[in-house]
């Protein structure tokens, strides 16, 4: 399994989580993007999400299975909201299995950073005082 998916639903990280139980696999290594409320010292209200989905899609499922290759990984699977988001939900989901906590780390960041530089997604954050602004590597 190597999946990438966008969603205007919310991510449930535990129902995601139960996709990588492997029983070969000693380590599972997630990471969740929060939705915070202050950003470069402006208070969020809101965060909006667009992408081109098949483009996003086609390089996110290239991503997972770099990082399948590169870190001695069994399986990868990454969720990105899309829509609006409130403070607190989550805009991100990584989650990866290996037989070695190492490999997952070190998946589980690069599937990550890679995500916010090469896929089409665009993140829009919503002030408080009503202003908003597209924001560069918001993946």
Same mark, same amino acid.
């Given at each position: 399994?190597?999946?990438?998916?966008?969603?205007?639903?919310?991510?449930?990280?535990?129902?995601?989580?139960? +996709?990588?139980?492997?029983?070969?696999?000693?380590?599972?290594?997630?990471?969740?993007?929060? %939705? #915070? +409320?202050?950003?470069?010292?402006?208070?969020?209200? +809101?965060?909006?999400?667009?992408?081109?989905?098949?483009?996003?899609?086609?390089?996110?499922?290239?991503?997972?299975?770099?990082?399948?290759?590169?870190?001695?990984?069994?399986?990868?699977?990454?969720?990105? #909201?899309?829509?609006?988001?409130?403070?607190?939900?989550?805009?991100?989901?990584?989650?990866?299995?290996?037989?070695? #906590?190492?490999?997952?780390?070190?998946?589980?960041?690069?599937?990550?950073?890679?995500?916010?530089? #090469? %896929?089409?997604?665009?993140?829009?954050?919503?002030?408080?005082?009503?202003?908003?602004?597209?924001?560069?590597?918001?993946?």
């Amino acid at each position: 399994m190597t999946n990438f998916s966008i969603t205007s639903e919310p991510i449930v990280s535990a129902e995601l989580i139960i +996709q990588l139980e492997d029983p070969d696999c000693g380590a599972v290594a997630t990471f969740s993007g929060i %939705v #915070r +409320q202050h950003n470069k010292d402006r208070e969020v209200t +809101q965060l909006h999400y667009q992408s081109y989905k098949t483009l996003a899609v086609k390089e996110g499922n290239k991503i997972l299975g770099e990082a399948k290759e590169q870190f001695n990984i069994v399986n990868a699977l990454c969720v990105h #909201r899309v829509g609006d988001l409130n403070i607190g939900e989550t805009a991100v989901w990584v989650g990866v299995n290996a037989s070695h #906590r190492d490999a997952a780390f070190n998946a589980c960041r690069y599937v990550i950073d890679e995500i916010k530089t #090469r %896929v089409p997604i665009w993140k829009k954050e919503i002030y408080v005082d009503g202003d908003s602004g597209w924001l560069e590597g918001a993946g």
